[in-house]
């Protein structure tokens, strides 16, 4: 999960440094970075729980 972390705050200040000076276009740009991000956070989730998956199976 601290992957995420970081990944979330790096992007998070670059996002900040993009809005200081915005134009429409940049907007449209932010926001696919953004779902892009996303897409990454999930996959990392996913490969967490996947890896987890035999322990929780094991709990239950």
């Keep these: 999960m601290n992957i995420i972390k970081r ?3 790096m992007v ?3 996002w900040i440094n993009q809005v200081s000076h915005l134009q429409t276009g940049d907007i449209w740009c932010i926001f ?8 990454f956070v999930m996959q990392e989730v996913y ?8 322990t929780l199976s094991a709990i239950r």
Excluded: N
């Excluded at 696919?32 to 897409?39: A, C, G, N, S, V």
């Excluded at 490969?47 to 035999?54: Q, S």
């Design 7 to 9: 990944t979330c705050t």
């Design 12 to 14: 998070y200040k670059i």
């Design 32 to 39: 696919y970075e953004l779902m892009i991000l996303q897409i």
């Design 47 to 54: 490969l967490e729980y996947r890896e987890m998956g035999p």
